[in-house]
């Protein structure tokens, strides 16, 4: 199973995946679910994957191919981010049917976001059948993967104008409240942060399962909601139904 959570913010993207791959019990590995491409002030992108794992690493290296080959399309000659999600869906859907029986067990999604000088910073869903969607000021983030867990505490803190640096810790708590309930969503933790207007290439980092500051971002969430808990207002049970 996978996670991986893109944050559109006025201050720019955040990305979180996991790094876990999971073919039963006995065969659980890592496998790096996150891409960075670009050019420093002309263009940058960051793509996170989900779903068959032998689909998403064909698209991967498709797009790598295009652009050691300069194909006509490539990600460094699409002229916005909108058209290189239309780019990057096609290939989903292509490499989706050349696997061998097709059908929903091929299936992958992505994450693409970034932004091309002239053109405004933007981050889409791109599902398996070569369609996508955006962020928008009322969803300002996009998950694929394993949803659920994570998506509360980005309903309940994330805005448009949310901080770029808190944004970034709201998708790491997400990532958190995933790997408690899923055991197959787990480190290393990768992390790409772009500034808006930039056009730099995001930081990042990966916090492997050792990882002091994951073990301390855990610890402190994990008080403070307790903490919370213990403020909240005593039940009322004489209350009248009106």
């Known amino acids: 199973m996978t996670y991986c959570v893109g944050i559109a913010v006025n201050e720019g993207l955040v990305f979180v995946s996991d790094s876990r791959t999971n073919a039963g019990v006995d065969n659980v590995s890592t496998y790096s679910k996150m891409r960075r491409y670009g050019v420093p002030g002309e263009r ?21 191919r295009d652009m050691r080959d300069n194909a006509e399309v490539n990600l460094m000659t699409v ?29 992958a999604s992505l994450l693409l976001g970034g932004e091309v000088a002239g053109a405004p910073r933007r981050l889409f869903r791109i599902y ?57 969503v787990g480190p290393p933790i990768e992390v790409g942060v772009y500034t808006t207007g930039s056009l730099a290439p995001c930081r990042y980092v990966a916090y492997d399962e050792d990882s002091v500051f994951l073990r301390e971002l855990k610890s402190n969430w994990n008080q403070q909601i307790k903490q919370a808990f213990d403020r909240l207002p005593p039940m009322v049970w004489n209350e009248s139904n009106k």
Do not use: H
């Open 44 to 64: 940058q992108f960051v793509i996170c994957t989900a779903g068959n794992l032998a689909t998403t690493q064909g698209v991967i290296a498709q797009i790598e």
């Open 79 to 107: 002229g916005s981010v909108a058209e290189a999600a239309g780019y990057v869906g096609a290939l989903n859907l292509e490499q989706q049917k050349k696997n061998t029986g097709g059908g929903p067990v091929f299936e």
């Open 128 to 184: 398996a059948e070569g369609n996508y969607i955006e962020t928008s000021n009322q969803t300002p983030f996009l998950q694929i993967g394993e949803s659920k867990y994570g998506k509360p505490i980005l309903d309940r803190v994330l805005s448009v104008n949310t901080p770029l640096e808190q944004a970034a810790l709201c998708g790491l708590v997400s990532m958190d409240a995933t790997m408690r309930s899923n055991l197959t």
